[in-house]
Structure formats: C-alpha cells, structure tokens
C-alpha cells in the first residue's frame, strides 16, 4: 500500500545490507521499520560487538549514498554533518571516494548512537539528498 519493496539476506551476519525502493515520503518509514526489525534480531542476539573495532552493532547503522549526495550530507566546511551530528548526539563517518569495497560513486554513511537519535540523523541526511535534484540514494 505504501509503494516499498525491501530485500534483506536471510542469514545472520555482521554487515546486512536492505535495498529499500520506495516513493521519497515513504522511504523513512520503510528505513524505521527495518532498523527496528535489525535491532530486535540483534537484541536477540544479546546485543554482541562486531567482530570490527569493538563496535556494539545495536548503536550503528549504514546509509550508501552517491558521491554527490555524500557532499551534500558533508556540506561546506563540513557544516552540516556537524550540525546533524550536535542536534541529535550522533557520530556521523562517511567513507572517502577511494576506499575499498566501496562500489565506485557511492560512500558509505555510518551513524552512530541511540535507536531514535541515529533514526533522527537518517531522516535529516535523506532530507538533504532529496532537496538535491540530482541525487541518487
């Protein structure tokens, strides 16, 4: 009924990766979902620490955005990742062009923080690339 369509591997792992195609409005709701769906899994889990930096997996979540779209959540002087990050006590980290494993014109987003903070910042970072004619998310 509200457009999404959203894919998601069945096997547990560290990294889980959903392709979420949806109408611009409805794409929040679908990243809401999915996120509180990811957390419960890893709730059950027992909330365990990813193999990668000691990172407890229930306080992240990963956005791949396009290259552009990237400058764009960036902003100039970095003023608007900033202030993503102050208003909503989140740690905003985007991969640079040239990292490995990164599919080329894409960068990967990580946020940090609480469930409904790291929620906040996602919709304030797709509001920023829906204002962008030209982005791609």
């Known amino acids: 009924s509200s457009g999404i369509n959203a894919e998601w591997p069945l096997r547990p792992g560290d990294e889980r990766i959903v392709l979420v195609v949806a109408p611009p409005e409805s794409i929040m709701e679908a990243v809401t979902f999915i996120h509180s769906k990811l957390r419960?899994?890893?709730?059950?889990?027992?909330?365990?620490?990813?193999?990668?930096?000691?990172?407890?997996?229930?306080?992240?979540?990963?956005?791949?955005?396009?290259?552009?779209?990237a400058g764009k959540i960036i902003g100039k002087k970095g003023e608007t990742v900033k202030k993503i990050q102050e208003e909503?006590?989140?740690?905003?980290?985007?991969?640079?062009?040239?990292?490995?494993?990164?599919?080329?014109?894409?960068?990967?987003a990580t946020i940090s923080g609480e469930e409904d903070n790291v929620n906040h910042a996602i919709e304030e970072m797709l509001a920023v690339v829906a204002k962008d004619p030209h982005a791609r998310l």
């Open 88 to 108: 909503n006590k989140v740690k905003v980290m985007l991969t640079s062009k040239g990292d490995w494993g990164v599919v080329p014109g894409e960068r990967v």
């Open 40 to 69: 419960t899994s890893l709730s059950e889990e027992k909330g365990r620490t990813s193999k990668r930096r000691g990172v407890n997996r229930l306080k992240e979540m990963k956005l791949v955005v396009a290259d552009t779209s």
